[in-house]
């Protein structure tokens, strides 16, 4: 059983939606975040980042940068730019990118169903992150970055958010600087809200789909405030989080693809030699980069020319994790022959989201920076679940959602 409630949302004013709208905080550096910023005083980056409005040479992690969050956030609510819904609403988030949507249920969910793991996870957490997220969400009292979720495909939800968008004109309609058209309508039926929560009553999970980072710090906050409260009932709003609820069969897993540094001293031929006793090994002979058309295939890209590596049969295992094409490509190539036992520490390697294109894997090889490449074919939703279903982990960079959720539409206020 999900479950799912409404609350009094604190977002911008129609007029200022677009220029408050940011990416998320984890996808970008403080220098990024700076450069994008530093004309719009309204971007939600001066709140989510608040590093970029003190001097350059400052810890990320410094008190003086959650104050400086909190300072403004409370201001752009002084002056206007945040407005907060009377009553507890849901609220409906849609992305459009390329003539394809994908339509979200704004809401916040349980922190006990994240402890029970009805809320279920597939990645490992880095306490330094998690405790960057505490602070900033304990000092401004607020959820401010919502957590993607996903659900198996509900047709009574899916007829219920069409009929709405369908009645009703949306608060917010914009497009991006990335093409992404961002729409918003508001729930304000008492009998849609009442549906809706029964409905997700009959759903069993939901699934992290990004912002792991960001859910186990709301929750940890939660835990925290449940310590400081003696007697609390478990109906505040500490106890719950800010969400955005995607069916699964509207979602867009992008390719993560991986650039190494060298090849571990071998030479490119002997390399080649190696990759066959368990690939068959193809030069590309197609114009353009080689994207996978499959799983279990890979494109790698090597000296000017690219190949298609496609994995025999006797190393593809039936478990969930080791079959994924990360795993194979992490137990078969990356760790023997290329050294790097942990991808998440081992500074060889580095890691390139499929929304930046093939050739940028090319570029970086043509410019020494590194030595292989190698693309990969995108993780499925259905890979996914099947992994948080038997309470296993993913490999680190296993997944890469497109388009991103836009900070600063919806905060979520701990203290209602």
């Known amino acids: 059983m999900a479950t799912i409630k409404p609350f009094r949302a604190i977002r911008p004013i129609a007029e200022k939606a677009q220029k408050v709208a940011a ?56 002056r206007g730019i945040f407005i907060q819904d009377e009553k507890p609403l849901f609220y409906i988030y849609r992305l459009t990118t390329n003539g394809k949507s994908q339509t979200g249920l704004v809401a916040c ?36 970055g919502p957590i993607f979720l ?11 958010l069409h009929s709405i968008m369908k009645q009703n004109k949306p608060v917010y309609d914009f497009v991006s600087e990335d093409c992404v058209e961002h729409t ?57 989080y800010l969400s955005v609820l995607f069916a699964d069969d509207e979602l867009c897993i992008m390719d993560y693809n991986r650039v190494v540094k060298d090849l571990n001293g071998m030479t490119e ?4 030699e190696k990759l066959k006793e368990k690939f068959l090994v193809e030069k590309y002979q197609k114009e353009g980069c080689a994207r996978p058309q499959k799983r279990h295939q890979f494109g790698m890209y090597l000296h000017k020319n690219w190949y298609l590596l496609t994995a025999k049969n006797h ?48 570029k970086k090889v043509d410019s020494q920076q590194m030595q292989v490449a190698f693309s990969m074919y995108p993780t499925s939703m259905a890979e996914l679940t099947a992994v948080a279903d ?11 959602f497109e388009p991103k959720l836009r900070s600063g539409l919806f905060i979520h206020d701990l203290e209602e």
Not at 269 to 272: K, P, Q, T, V
Not at 332 to 360: H, N, Q, S, Y
Not at 390 to 400: L, Q
């Open 23 to 78: 990416l998320p905080y984890d996808v970008m550096s403080s220098d990024e975040a700076r450069e994008m910023a530093k004309e719009n005083p309204d971007s939600f980056l001066h709140i989510d980042k608040a590093e970029i409005d003190l001097p350059a040479c400052i810890d990320i992690y410094d008190e003086r940068v959650y104050q400086k969050a909190k300072e403004n956030m409370d201001s752009m609510i002084q």
């Open 109 to 144: 969910t349980s922190i006990d169903e994240y402890l029970n793991n009805t809320i279920k996870k597939h990645e490992l957490t880095r306490a330094d992150k998690e405790i960057d997220r505490i602070r900033h969400v304990d000092t401004l009292n607020a959820n401010t």
């Open 150 to 160: 996903a659900y198996h495909k509900n047709d009574a939800v899916k007829k219920i």
């Open 184 to 240: 918003v309508w508001l729930i304000q039926e008492q009998k849609y809200i009442t549906e809706l929560v029964t409905l997700f009553k009959n759903i069993p999970s939901l699934y992290i789909a990004d912002g792991h980072h960001r859910n186990a710090s709301a929750v940890k906050v939660g835990l925290k405030r449940r310590k400081q409260k003696q007697n609390y009932t478990g109906k505040e709003e500490f106890n719950y």
């Open 269 to 272: 031929e002997i390399f080649l």
């Open 315 to 362: 190393i593809i295992q039936k478990d969930v994790v080791a079959a994924l094409d990360v795993s194979i490509l992490q137990k078969e190539i990356l760790e023997p022959l290329l050294a790097i036992k942990d991808p998440r520490t081992d500074k060889r390697i580095d890691f390139v989201g499929g929304i930046r294109g093939l050739e940028a894997l090319q």
């Open 390 to 400: 038997e309470n296993k982990i993913m490999p680190p960079k296993s997944t890469w």
